[in-house]
């Protein structure tokens, strides 16, 4: 356990019955005038986006709507909307959405009419500086994008994604609305969901972990893996979902404490050079990781086990056995892929994914098990 640690948080964060009402006071109070709302074309044909409109309105905000955010944008596609944010001038940013929306408001909020483009940040990070406040809407349960200082897009010369981390881009609201969660499609719900899993563990297992980060990270684990079935299964398990959506928020608290390991750190060349889910390729990489990782991690595990599964292991090797058994149930019962051919993918170049993968020591270097090059393929060759 590392011997500084810090915990940084939204300015305020507003849960509970219909949370979108808050907007308007918020509104109100930033006197914003005109408001940017990130969202996508989908989501605003579900009607998902009108009670985020009607706060507006009642707080005579006007409203420009940016809806043509593709999932996993690239740096490129990003700055094209930060572009746009800046020449609308507008005095605050709301993003409805899931990760690749609240990461493209994020990177608006800190991007617009600064001297410095997406492209500059992602080899100097620290450039960023707020220039506009931002409000997140989650829409799904699982990123955790309301709560975290980081926003990934993809670099596609490099066929990799890249996070770009800067204080500033924590969101200053967050609205945590169960009604956008409610009726998300099963496979959304289950690929967001295992992300957030991914980061609990990740988080909770590192070389940075703290007592902040096991707070928020504990605690997140033992809601996903007690509420993740029920609330992919059932629409109306109104309890479960809300029990997610709060996990969520306290996965991306524990990430901006900690930070992920190996499993976010190797699946970037997933998403990058064949455009795999986020969550799908950290459900992919997750099994293959932890079994990896198991040696360095075991009693951390074994903690993870008497929170949130406390069933009749003893050992702590028992209970860590129980913790990646019990993950690895999960990704099955929501009929996530297990391997790259299961998307297609049947030629998968095992050297370039490890060179790339390698790359990522952002994340690697919070891992407690040194991953080499050599580990690294023979990961990747376990998903092939």
């Known amino acids: 356990m590392i011997s500084k640690y810090s915990l940084k948080l939204p300015k305020v964060i507003f849960g509970g019955e219909d949370p979108t009402e808050e907007l308007v006071g918020v509104l109100e109070n930033e006197g914003v ?26 707080a005579g905000a006007e409203v420009t709507i940016i809806d043509n955010i593709p999932p996993e944008p690239t740096y490129g596609q990003v700055q094209e909307v930060v572009d746009q944010v800046a020449g609308e001038s507008v005095d605050i940013v709301i993003a409805v959405g899931g990760g690749s929306v609240m ?101 909770f297992t590192c070389v940075k972990a703290n007592p902040f980060s096991d707070t928020f990270a504990l605690e997140a684990f033992d809601l996903i893996v007690n509420n993740i079935e029920r609330a992919c299964d059932d629409k109306d398990a109104i309890d479960a979902k809300r029990a997610m959506q709060v996990a969520a928020l306290y996965g991306g608290i524990a990430i901006t404490a900690s930070g992920t390991t190996a499993v976010h750190g190797l ?98 270097s919070n891992n407690k098990r040194e991953v080499t090059l050599e580990d690294a393929r023979a990961i990747y060759q376990q998903i092939i």
């Open 103 to 203: 990461d493209s408001a994020k990177l608006a909020c800190v991007a617009a009419g600064a001297d410095y483009t997406v492209h500059d940040l992602l080899t100097d990070p620290k450039r960023a500086k707020k220039q506009i406040k931002c409000v997140a809407v989650p829409t799904t349960a699982g990123t955790g994008a309301e709560a975290t200082i980081n926003a990934i897009v993809a670099v596609p010369e490099d066929e990799v994604k890249i996070g770009i981390v800067n204080d500033d881009m924590m969101p200053d609201y967050v609205l945590l609305d169960v009604r956008m969660v409610q009726n998300l499609p099963r496979s959304i719900a289950a690929a967001t969901g295992v992300d957030a899993m991914c980061h609990a563990i990740e988080c």
């Open 33 to 58: 005038k005109k408001a940017a709302l990130f969202t996508d074309a989908s989501l605003r044909k579900l009607g998902l986006v009108d009670p985020t409109l009607e706060a507006c309105q009642k």
């Open 267 to 364: 699946s970037y060349p997933l998403g990058g050079k064949y455009h795999v889910p986020h969550g799908v390729s950290n459900a992919i990489l997750l099994s293959p990781v932890m079994h990896f990782n198991e040696p360095a991690i075991r009693d951390r595990l074994a903690l993870a086990y008497d929170r949130a599964i406390r069933g009749g292991a003893e050992t702590d090797e028992a209970k860590s056995a129980a913790v990646i058994e019990r993950m690895d149930q999960i990704v099955e019962h929501l009929d996530i892929p297990k391997k790259l051919e299961e998307l297609g993918v049947t030629d998968a170049p095992i050297d370039w994914l490890a060179e790339a993968g390698i790359q990522q020591q952002r994340l690697l």
